[in-house]
């Protein structure tokens, strides 16, 4: 039987951590663990277009503010929590697909410029369409039943489910022949396309993945806030973020959006509460760190050399007298 790996080890733990917050911690960091968790689920989704796959994606705030309007107005319609939930999710995902077969045909800043539009088309879409969403206003969402505490847990586990899910169908991908596939387009697309890989089907499919649980989590946090409007939900700063936080890890690896979504968003709650003013420059350092000294991201860095100084030990020998 394979013994688990040290990555999985802390995964383990630290989805104990973030699932133990409720009772160890305060409120407030009950928010955090839930925006951890959220933040982890939307690089994980972009890790499948922007890692595996190697397309500069921008569209993640689109996806997630069309699943935060897609599942509040099917709340608000009458439908239950979590079927709204996944009405938001199979929308977005059908919404992905379709406008994948369009915009894949780019490559390169063609593709990223065009994704980049969808986040502001959507969001004058969703601005325009006052009979359904409010438009400017934006609307109020049915509160979720019980307290304050009830309600913190609820949608801190769904978050942190969500995150599991997503995090397995990784672990999947990573192993599947649609992995092998993919990073072959990243490699050479014209290659692939000519030893029998399905490019553009492959290319869709990574698509609609990246879009599937950004959709879930965006009518989640609509359910969980409470109000949305769409400036919010289609935040141009948050389609930015998710990348920087995928790369801070590690793009193209299982674990590395993990770990990138949890540093990122544990510095910024740092500076938030410290440094307000400067907390968009933290985002431009955290870039120029990224391109010139962690090309491959913090989990591609080779710790040895680093634990072996800080426990005195010294990679050579000393020679026999």
């Known amino acids: ?66 699943g935060a309007y897609a599942g509040a107005i099917t709340q608000n319609m009458g439908l239950p929590l979590v079927l709204a939930w996944l009405f938001a999710t199979v929308f977005v995902t059908v919404f992905a697909g379709l406008l994948g077969g369009i915009i894949l045909r780019l490559r390169g800043h063609y593709f990223a410029i065009a994704s980049f539009a969808l986040v502001e088309v ?20 049915r509160l979720f039943p019980g307290g304050p505490d009830v309600v913190a847990q609820v949608f801190l586990y769904s978050m942190v489910s969500i995150m ?29 396309d000519m030893v029998g890989i399905n490019t553009n ?28 409007d769409p400036l919010d939900s289609f935040e141009i700063l948050l389609t930015l973020k998710v990348p920087v936080m995928t790369m801070l890890g590690g793009a193209g690896t299982v674990l590395g959006p993990v770990l990138g979504a949890a540093s990122f968003s544990l510095l910024e709650e740092v500076f938030w509460a410290n440094f307000l003013e400067y907390n968009f420059a933290i985002l431009g350092f955290v870039i120029v760190v990224l391109i010139f000294y962690l090309p491959g991201g913090l989990l591609r860095v080779d710790y040895k050399p680093l634990w072996r100084r800080l426990t005195g030990r010294s990679s050579s020998r000393e020679p026999a007298e």
């Not at 104990?16 to 960091?29: D, H, K, Q, R």
């Not at 959507?122 to 969402?141: E, H, K, P, Q, Y």
């Not at 089907?201 to 949305?228: E, H, N, P």
């Open 122 to 141: 959507a969001r004058l879409v969703i601005a325009s369409a006052t009979d359904f969403t409010g438009g400017g206003n934006g609307m109020n969402v």
């Open 164 to 192: 599991l899910v997503v995090v397995a169908m990784t672990i999947w991908v990573d192993k599947s022949r649609l992995g092998f596939g993919l990073r072959c387009i990243k490699q050479n697309e014209d290659a692939a």
């Open 1 to 66: 039987m394979r013994r688990p790996s040290a990555q999985h080890v802390f995964f383990a733990v630290w989805v104990l951590i973030l699932c133990a917050s409720p009772f160890t911690g305060s409120n407030y960091m009950v928010r955090v663990a839930t925006n951890i968790a959220l933040f982890t689920v939307l690089a994980q989704s972009w890790n499948f277009i922007g890692g595996f796959t190697g397309y500069p994606s921008f569209s993640t705030a689109a996806f997630f503010g069309l």
């Open 201 to 228: 089907l492959y290319k869709i499919i990574a698509y609609a993945m990246s879009a599937t649980f950004c959709g879930t989590v965006g009518a989640i946090y609509a359910s969980w806030v409470g109000y949305i």
